[in-house]
């Protein structure tokens, strides 16, 4: 069965710091993988997506994410965060519903706090 | 308007009562979704409508009743819910078929007392 879990429930850092938000997906195909951010009283955002081709996407905001396909992971990075990337951030892996229309399965979530 | 709108943003109801949450796509979608957002679960996908037509519904019970009129309107009607169904409610609109990014409106806060 698809799954997707993201290990960190909580995270906090620094503003200015570097970020990496883990994801690790269980897929039988090739997956197609997103990541999405919601703020407070908000919906969900699409940050960034894997379909094909280079592992290293790039998305809004700063944010890019490297598929590795031995290790069925998919992290979300940073180079710098700021304070506006406080969030809950989700990863999730695109499945195949019924009459071929698409679905997504999601990862728990994290949330990220950044200290001033 | 633009995106995906839902009405009401918060709704407080009693478990006898009946009401409706609505949702709006402006962006020339053919296939839409409910989810359920709990605090501390991942998202539950409920209900999925590709062009018009309801093509999955993940065992969801029958007080939450979907309706989809037409590919720029989605509908959950809610009856007689219980207290565990406080959450939030999030629709999605998409291409029809499959792996298209989906886009979120901003949800429904649903309080049952």
């Known amino acids: 069965a698809q799954s997707v879990t993201q290990p960190d429930i909580h995270i906090t850092v620094s503003e200015g710091a570097s970020l990496e938000l883990r994801c690790n997906y269980s897929?039988?195909?090739?997956?197609?993988l997103f990541w999405y951010v919601q703020s407070p009283g908000q919906g969900l955002q699409l940050l960034l997506k894997y379909f094909s081709g280079d592992t290293l996407v790039q998305g809004i905001k700063g944010f890019e994410a490297e598929f590795k396909r031995s290790q069925s992971s998919f992290n979300l990075r940073k180079p710098s965060v700021h304070w506006s990337d406080a969030a809950e951030y989700f990863c999730?892996?695109?499945?195949?519903?019924?009459?071929?229309?698409?679905?997504?399965?999601f990862g728990q979530g994290t949330t990220l706090q950044v200290k001033p | 308007e633009t995106g995906v709108t839902q009405t009401p943003r918060h709704l407080v109801m009693g478990m006898t009562n009946k009401k409706s949450l609505k949702c709006e796509q402006h962006?020339?979608?053919?296939?839409m979704y409910w989810y359920k957002q709990s605090a501390k679960k991942p998202l539950e996908l409920m209900f999925v409508y590709s062009l018009e037509e309801r093509v999955e519904n993940n065992s969801v019970p029958s007080r939450f009743s979907p309706e989809c009129p037409n590919s720029s309107h989605l509908f959950l009607h809610l009856h007689t819910l219980q207290p565990e169904d406080s959450a939030l409610y999030l629709c999605a609109s998409s291409l029809s078929g499959t792996y298209n990014e989906q886009f979120f409106g901003p949800g429904t806060r649903l309080t049952v007392l």
């Open positions: 897929y039988g195909a090739t997956p197609y």
């Open positions: 962006l020339g979608h053919n296939a």
């Open positions: 999730a892996v695109g499945a195949r519903g019924s009459s071929n229309t698409g679905k997504l399965i």
